[in-house]
């Protein structure tokens, strides 16, 4: 079982509506989970953290973490064109050092 | 805050010879800095991690004697590819951790490498 797994395909959201992502993860002991934006051709960027469980908000982001059923997730309201890219799930991993454990991503892509 | 630079942003260079991939971290002092690959559509793969003063930790499969790891300050960490050939062609990006904030990661803007 991968570390972390996130939903394969494209996700095709028209502007304005609610993208929603999905990551799984298989070490229970994790403590920290992040989502990252990549643009074709660039490095990742960090848009959210969570270590709790539950919702944290930022903007037009909401990440949501469940602890007991090993999932995170992502939700962008108001979709925009701009928010079209890769999204990076990752998990602290079970190495310590404070690696990462990152999934395949997920490519969203936002029809005007 | 918290952020990476690289450089150079690209590099071409041919069969055999080495290249030399510096990060830094411009506003915090980072104690471990990581250096991923990233081959078209496909994820980031963990190369090194690498912590100031000390000897890099190589994830299994990569070798130590062809990518070299020197973390020589907390705001500089350089990779050199050793005797580089086309299929080292790749996306190369580092990430620092920030004081206080440990596990979250911060990227450089990456390096495209193509061997010839």
């Known amino acids: 079982q991968k570390e972390v797994e996130q939903n394969s395909g494209p996700l095709s959201v028209p502007e304005g509506a609610i993208a929603s992502l999905n990551c799984t993860y298989s070490?229970?002991?994790?403590?920290?989970f992040f989502w990252y934006r990549q643009y074709s051709g660039k490095s990742p960027e960090l848009i959210m953290f969570?270590?709790?469980?539950g919702d944290k908000e930022d903007g037009r982001f909401t990440a949501q973490l469940n602890k007991a059923s090993q999932y995170v997730s992502l939700l962008i309201r108001d979709s925009q064109p701009s928010d079209s890219a890769t999204y990076l799930c990752?998990?602290?991993?079970?190495?310590?050092?404070?690696?990462?454990?990152f999934g395949k991503g997920n490519q969203v892509v936002v029809i005007p | 805050g918290a952020v990476v630079s690289q450089h150079p942003s690209r590099v071409i260079c041919k069969s055999g010879t080495s290249v030399k991939i510096e990060c830094r971290s411009l506003?915090?002092?980072?104690?471990?800095m990581f250096w991923y690959r990233q081959f078209p559509k496909q994820s980031l793969m963990l190369m090194a991690t690498?912590?100031?003063?000390?000897?890099?930790?190589?994830e299994q499969g990569v070798e130590k004697d062809k990518f070299l790891i020197n973390h020589a300050s907390l705001t500089l960490s350089t990779l050199t590819v050793t005797s580089a050939h086309p299929e080292d062609s790749s996306f190369y990006i580092c990430?620092?951790?920030?004081?206080?904030?440990?596990?979250?990661?911060?990227f450089g803007p990456g390096t495209r490498l193509t061997v010839l």
């Open positions: 990430s620092a951790s920030a004081p206080g904030a440990l596990d979250t990661q911060y």
């Open positions: 070490d229970r002991g994790s403590q920290s």
């Open positions: 969570i270590y709790s469980n």
């Open positions: 990752a998990v602290t991993a079970l190495y310590g050092n404070n690696r990462l454990a």
């Open positions: 506003d915090f002092q980072a104690t471990t």
């Open positions: 690498s912590n100031e003063g000390s000897k890099a930790t190589y």
